[in-house]
């Protein structure tokens, strides 16, 4: 059998080796011609990167030379790289050319050819294009925690602008910047949020970051008839049972639609009733299920009382509230307003629902559905209906971040009729304010609504970041800075949220124009980014848009789900602690709301001090296994 030689190192005294000479010739004319490629790429942008702020040209150099490196399939030049020794070039997106260029010099020494150091070409070197992340990191998102290298964003509940305490909380356990959604709450809610971020860092002597998120031209469902309304409160109870803290509601005048301190649940009552009423105080009632209830009033102020209690209470309009003194009844108020209950619509495969531009939801003439049966095709308005021109027939569209689907039918100026195909197999509630995604359409939606234009006033005077909705082309980054410029604020730092295919498609441009902002990051928006490009496509995409983003020096914030089930529970899925494992590849992971979220900030923090000692990006680290250095003992 003959064997190939694959190596033969050169002899003392000699310049070359007699190793494959031949093969590393014709490394040496492809890299030299992959690199010419490179430049002349650049060359051709030149243009573009004059007008790309000087702190991220380099960067902007270096995706270009990424791009071109990944325009073709370079798995045989790797395989090739990788026989020799040298590096495949598989961990360059930070320094492309750079990376290239050492693996020229060492073909150039292996062939005995005289090697000239290039560096006035290179944006970047294989050591300043960390520092420039970490700059460009800085900039955006605040100074990293001494612990890690991977900040914590965390969006804050509603209770955020009623409860200082909650938010000191949130910052003490390990949060790095306060996330807030424009799409919910309003101006005086998010100013109130905002003070309280600045105030409770301020007194722990931290950096915290407030970022303000524009609600975009999100396709949402419209609003549906409510059920009959019944408010319940309910109190937190261990394993056993037992009550580890009690329900909390509060009591304000009918009408009123003031805040409580304390919590966010309220229901209306007589104000001249409830003018009666001071803490220590018992409030007796029997609750829809006919179970008799008991609420303690712990404190009150010019808008209402809170009050408590230990079990789970079912109230209704007209339910009876008698308040008792020295066990005796006093004074008896009926209940008058309580929080509606969101309608739905119940849906199973093979169902028709219909996509209205009226806002009123209305029951359709009978139809046949897939069995044969006559039926009514309930229906449902759609927020943006400018949709409706802009769809075809046979595209997909999902409701409510995937969990239901269906194909375009029927195409009208006024209506859509959908044909439900994707949905659990005993059926499914579509509710509400629920997303729709149109994965098919090319749509053309403005960057920012009027709704956006209108917050962005309360953005520029409250926030450090703004994150830029749906955002798909390169004008949408340039209207949304004419409109900061407009407000006085130049100095915003801006995140792109990268949930929509063609957002993805778009990626390079995107990057290339937040390049002109004066701070600017990615938010990989999983939750609508599975939708849109297929939840079996979710892990490549996130996995392409970290290799951009790194090979821009672009932080990327890791968002969507981590370890939601653990916010939501308390107890996390084993699959969510390793997917929050990966958000060490990103410089910034986003939890969301939830009960149990300081035990979900605790649970990240521990996961990336403790995975920041294993891997940097896409390297793995090798740090010391000492769990296993028992094994390494000698023998007695």
């Known amino acids: 059998m003959n064997i190939p030689q694959l190596i033969s190192l050169p002899s003392p005294g000699t310049d070359a080796c007699t190793w494959d000479i031949d093969i590393c010739q014709d490394l040496i004319v492809e890299l030299e011609n992959l690199r010419k490629q490179m430049l002349d790429h650049e060359v051709s942008q030149s243009a573009r990167l004059e007008k790309i702020s000087p702190d991220y040209r380099a960067s902007a150099r270096n995706l270009l030379h990424y791009l071109v490196l990944r325009r073709e399939d370079r798995r045989l030049l790797q395989k090739k790289l990788s026989r020799i020794g040298t590096s495949s070039l598989g961990h360059a997106e930070s320094h492309v050319l750079a990376n290239l260029d050492k693996v020229l010099r060492i073909l150039y020494r292996i062939t005995g050819q005289q090697w000239e150091e ?127 803290e ?52 712990m404190a009150r102020n010019n808008i209402g009382v809170l009050v408590e209690c230990d079990d789970t209470t079912y109230i209704a309009v007209d339910t009876k509230i008698h308040l008792r003194r020295d066990g005796r009844t006093v004074n008896t108020t009926a209940v008058t307003e309580v929080p509606l209950t969101p309608g739905s619509i119940f849906l199973r495969k093979g169902d028709h629902l219909e996509l209205t531009k009226s806002t009123i939801v209305q029951e359709k003439a009978a139809n046949t559905n897939h069995i044969g049966t006559n039926t009514t095709i309930p229906s449902i308005a759609c927020t943006l209906p400018e949709v409706f021109s802009q769809v075809c027939v046979g595209e997909r569209i999902w409701f409510d971040d995937g969990r239901i689907g269906g194909v375009i039918r029927t195409v009208n100026p006024e209506t859509l009729v959908v044909e439900i195909s994707q949905i659990r197999a005993q059926g499914d509630r579509l509710r509400a304010d629920k997303g729709i995604n149109l994965p098919d359409s090319q749509l053309n939606l403005p960057a920012l609504t009027l709704k956006d234009i209108e917050d962005l006033a309360v953005v520029a005077s409250c926030a450090d970041l703004v994150g830029l909705s749906f955002v798909q082309r390169n004008d949408d980054i340039n209207i949304l800075r004419s409109q900061l410029d407009a407000l006085g604020n130049h100095t915003l730092g801006v995140i792109l949220k990268i949930e929509t295919r063609r957002a993805f498609e778009n990626l390079p441009d995107l990057l290339l124009s937040a390049m002109n902002c004066s701070a600017a990051g990615i938010m990989i928006a999983r939750g609508d980014l599975a939708v849109e490009c297929g939840y079996e496509r979710l892990a490549e995409v996130q996995e392409e848009i970290l290799w951009a983003a790194e090979a821009a020096h672009m932080p990327v914030i890791w968002a969507t789900q981590v370890l939601e089930t653990l916010a939501k529970t308390g107890r996390p899925s084993r699959a969510e602690i390793t997917d ?10 986003m939890l969301n709301k939830g009960p149990h979220i300081l035990e979900a900030i605790h649970t990240l923090d521990d996961i990336l001090k403790r995975m920041q000692g294993h891997q940097s990006k896409k390297r793995s680290l090798l740090r010391a296994l000492t769990a296993w250095s028992h094994s390494q003992a000698p023998a007695r």
């Open 580 to 589: 929050a494992a990966m958000g060490e590849r990103a410089e910034c992971v």
């Open 118 to 244: 290039r560096s006035a070409d290179e944006p970047i070197g294989v050591i300043t294009n960390r520092h420039l992340l970490d700059r460009h990191t800085e900039h955006l998102l605040g100074s990293s925690p001494a612990s890690r290298s991977v900040r914590i964003m965390v969006t804050l509940p509603s209770e955020a602008a009623i409860d200082y305490g909650l938010v000191y909380r949130l910052i003490a356990s390990g949060m790095n910047i306060a996330r807030i959604n424009c799409a919910h709450d309003g101006a005086r809610q998010w100013k109130a949020m905002a003070t309280h971020v600045r105030r409770a860092a301020k007194a722990q002597g931290c950096d915290v970051r407030v970022m303000m998120d524009l609600g975009g031209p999100k396709l949402r469902t419209g609003s549906l008839a409510s059920a009959p309304a019944v408010f319940r409160i309910r109190p937190k109870r261990d394993t056993y049972g037992r009550v580890l």
């Open 246 to 297: 009690p329900a909390l509601a509060g009591l304000r005048a009918e009408k009123s639609s003031n805040d409580v301190p304390g919590t966010t649940a309220y229901f209306g009552v007589n104000a001249a009733w409830l003018s009666r009423l001071e803490p220590g105080d018992n409030l007796e009632l029997i609750d829809t299920r006919e179970a008799k209830r008991t609420l303690r009033v």
